[in-house]
């Protein structure tokens, strides 16, 4: 099946302005399938650290989100262990909690909403919640283990 | 500077005239030549139809047509209207085109909200058109009686006689003349046989530079328009404009896609009414115009790939049948499939195809199934599932939860490897205002009682408003539940969800667990509004009543033998 029109635009988008400290890029035999680079914002944990994430389209995107994970190990509330996202807007419309993916939303959006998630960890919608029940009860101690973990395994 | 002159032939208007003005349509107009581009055919399309400047905060009207903001009617309360039960939707006024064949009529207060797509493109044009031009002010200082000037006609409110009316334009040129006359109150909305009249003796080179600005100024319009053009969610030009009640613009196909999945608007999140019914919504009239009118040519570029498109995910001209039971939109099917020739069905729906098929029940009784079918083994009217859930066991057969999306009519059916293959056409509600009106004209016909009833009967269910027949519907559901009906098991529950809040939604519901046959559901499947699926739910519940005496004695013999 051809290509949308709309993942063209997004992708051309996406190489002509591209978002400060995130990268995308297609592959070049599945142009669904995108490697992510984001840097982990300033005056967070993650700072210094580069994240590397996988990001596909599904076949009814953009009526059902992008799926999206973090192949970086990152210590972060929302973000599990097999480097799933805990994050409203990526979640389907379809399933019985109303979640908030919109077809107005697109790569660009998602991927800096993952960026905001970096710079404001959500112990309360947690994923991971080892990380969420630690970030609760000590969140410095919380926060120490996050940037090791960032200097272990996001800084090349 | 208006000079009125009387009619100068005494001869009536042809009554088409009017007509002939609100249809306007720029159909044909070339627009790749832009010397031909009428000054009038922009500046018209702009227009509010009540006070004829250029329309400022435009809303949308349900109907299609746009006014300004402070140009809608004034409201007054709604009578004999319960569905949607949602706060706004109390107050209506009459439209400007009421009795048009586009317009019904009244429109809920409510479903008027800014335009937001023609704002954006309204505030374009009065930063190119609303101010004089500073350049040919320097070049040519406007001089009075000049003599470029535009005649047009307008009908007499009084006499409907047409009178003659004549403004000087200056050096604007007559795009933008015309727009300026309109901005300032002088140039009316219905005004017709326009003609525009330069100078005796122009000198050539002025005219070829009038000539030039009005071009010019068309492609900056153009192109400023442009960006603001592009559906959010295909991202290309707008095709067959479609704006929900909250003000956005969506291609017609992808909001209704959109709404396959949800039913709330995906620029503001706001709960679109009754998404099953988007489809049958009027297009925005002026949004469609103005798009024809400015980028004819890249829309029929769009609605050639548009048609492509359509050849790959066409299901309607080429859908796979399971023959079977009855499903309901919204609502899931657990299916265990075991037949060879659905095996391969189900197997090929979920490799090559989006996991689409459609679900259609036996046709017991042999029943003839409308021109073009005759008595084939299956009922007309089904549902389009799609698979959610495929477990592919080792022997071959499957199990499958598929959930209905939307209802379709078979047109023409064939036979593919064993299974049958249809034609189909999809169903779709009815609009929103319809529904509205439905409601209103059953029950205010409804309203004087029969007495022959008597006092205790119950109420004609046509005499009920749409809010009574789903209170009933949703006490009768709780009473049975409290009564420990078995067909309201917790197990049942789980499976299709606890009852919907959602009047649209609930008697697909009711009808997936009610126990009565298939053949009683069976006429749900093709009503058409809401009201009348409250209606045939409600006459199921009156007569499982009915049958409930039945029912009690069966279920104390039950509890004897035990």
Known sequence: MALPKRIIKETERLMAEPVPGINAVPHEDNLRYFDVSIHGPAQSPYEGGI?????????????????????????????????????????????????????????????????????????DDPLANDVAQRWKDDEPAAIQTAKEWTRTHAMA | MENTEAAPAAQPPPPAQADEADSLTVEGSDVSSLEECDPHVVT????????????????????????????????????????????????????????????????????????????NMTDVFQEELGFPDSDTEAVEPRQSGQGRTVRWKVGRKDTKKPEAHVAEVGNHGWLRGLYLLAWEGRFPYDAFEITYEAPDEPSQGTEDHYKLQ???????????????????????????????????????????????????????????????????????????????????????????VDAQDELWTDHEKNLPLFVCTLSFPTMPNFLH????????????????????????????????QGEGLGSVP??????????????????????????????????EASELDGYHVACTERVNDINLAE????????????????????????????????????????????????????????????????????????????????????????????????????????????????RDWYFQIEHTYYIAIL
């Not at chain 2, 227009?47 to 903001?69: A, E, F, I, M, Y």
């Not at chain 2, 007309?380 to 066991?393: A, C, P």
């Not at chain 2, 049975?480 to 969800?497: C, I, S, T």
């Open chain 2, 435 to 546: 529904e509205e009106r439905l409601e209103a004209t059953e029950t205010a016909a409804a309203a004087i009682p029969d007495p022959s009833l008597g006092p205790n009967a119950e109420p004609p269910l046509d005499s009920m408003s749409t809010q009574e027949l789903f209170t009933f519907l949703r006490e009768y559901v709780r009473k049975q539940h409290y009564a420990g009906a078995p067909w309201l098991h917790p197990r049942v529950m789980l499976a299709y969800g606890p009852v919907p809040r959602d009047a649209a939604r609930f008697p697909w519901w009711f009808a997936s667990i009610i126990p009565i046959s298939e053949e009683e559901k069976y006429p749900i499947l093709s009503a058409r509004s809401v009201r009348e699926r409250l209606k045939i739910s409600a006459r199921w519940a009156r007569e499982l009543k009915a």
């Open chain 2, 214 to 304: 009005n071009i010019s100024l068309f492609k900056k319009v153009r192109n400023r328009l442009r960006s603001e053009l592009d559906c959010q969610v295909c991202y290309t030009l707008i095709l067959d404009p479609l704006t929900t009640p909250c003000g956005h613009t969506f291609c017609r196909k992808c909001i209704a896609r959109a709404l396959n999945h949800t039913d709330l608007c995906p620029v503001c999140r706001r709960k679109v009414g009754m998404p099953s019914a988007m489809e049958s919504e009027p297009l925005n009239r002026t949004l469609a115009n103005l798009i024809e009118l400015f980028f004819h040519d890249q829309l029929a570029d769009r609605r050639e």
């Open chain 2, 378 to 411: 299956f009922m007309q009217y089904g549902t389009l599932l799609v698979i959610e859930r495929y477990e592919l066991l080792p022997d071959g057969r499957s199990l499958v939860i598929a959930t209905g999306m939307s209802r379709f009519k078979v047109l």
């Open chain 2, 337 to 368: 499939i075991f037949e060879p020739r659905y095996r391969l069905m189900i197997r090929r729906v979920v490799d090559n195809g989006d996991g689409k098929f459609g679900m259609v029940m036996y046709n017991r009784r042999g029943q003839s």
């Open chain 1, 51 to 123: 994240f590397r994430l996988e990001l596909f389209l599904p076949d009814d995107y953009p009526m059902t989100p992008p799926k999206i994970r973090f192949l970086t190990k990152i210590y972060h509330p929302n973000i599990d262990r097999l480097g799933r996202i805990c994050l409203d807007v990526l979640k389907s419309t379809d399933g019985p909690r109303k979640d908030n993916w919109s077809p107005a939303l697109q790569i660009r959006t998602i991927l800096l909403s993952i960026q905001a998630l970096l710079g404001a960890p959500n112990p």
């Open chain 2, 44 to 119: 018209r399309l702009i227009q509010c139809k009540n006070c004829s400047r250029p329309l400022h905060t435009p809303v949308r009207l349900p109907c299609g047509n746009t006014v300004c903001r402070s140009c809608l009617p004034p409201a007054r309360p709604r009578m004999g209207i319960t569905y949607p039960a949602a706060e706004g939707r109390a107050e209506e006024f009459t439209c400007y085109w009421k009795g048009t064949i586009q317009c019904a009529g009244e429109h809920c207060v409510d479903d008027c909200g800014i335009d937001v797509v023609l704002c």
